[in-house]
């Protein structure tokens, strides 16, 4: 059973960073997408970026397009949501996904099969 643990959450203020990691396993991560999503209270689970395997290949939300980067270590089988000049409006709970079926990168919530459990992001004005 693939599992995914999400850590590096936390208190940021405004124009801050942090940076998210996903360490994922019991599975094959030979041919996969990982993607980060984020919910807000009383909104939708929302894209924010995903990274596939073996290419490499990034794609980002426009509200976090160069804020944000996603990187992976398929050594160690972790992948990375580096966060800079953070916004109030980016506190959430971020989550890790993992799509193991392929490398085309998918947008909603229905293309992944594996979740974790989510870190919280709270960015302060």
């Known amino acids: 059973q693939v599992q995914l643990d999400e850590s590096g959450g936390g208190l940021v203020q405004a124009g801050g960073s942090l940076r998210l990691s996903c360490a994922a396993s019991?599975?094959?991560?030979?041919?996969?997408?990982m993607g980060w999503f984020r919910q807000a209270p009383g909104k939708e689970r929302e894209f924010v970026g995903a990274?596939?395997?073996?290419?490499?290949?990034?794609t980002y939300a426009d509200s976090v397009k160069g804020r944000f980067t996603i990187s992976r270590d398929n050594v160690k089988n972790m992948v990375y949501l580096r966060m800079n000049t953070l916004k109030p409006e980016d506190t959430a709970v971020y989550y890790c996904?993992?799509?193991?079926?392929?490398?085309?990168?998918?947008?909603?919530?229905?293309?992944?099969?594996?979740w974790g459990q989510g870190t919280q992001v709270t960015v302060s004005s």
């Open positions: 990274i596939n395997w073996p290419f490499s290949m990034t």
């Open positions: 019991g599975g094959t991560f030979s041919s996969d997408v």
């Open positions: 996904a993992a799509d193991l079926r392929g490398w085309d990168i998918g947008k909603t919530t229905s293309e992944y099969e594996y």
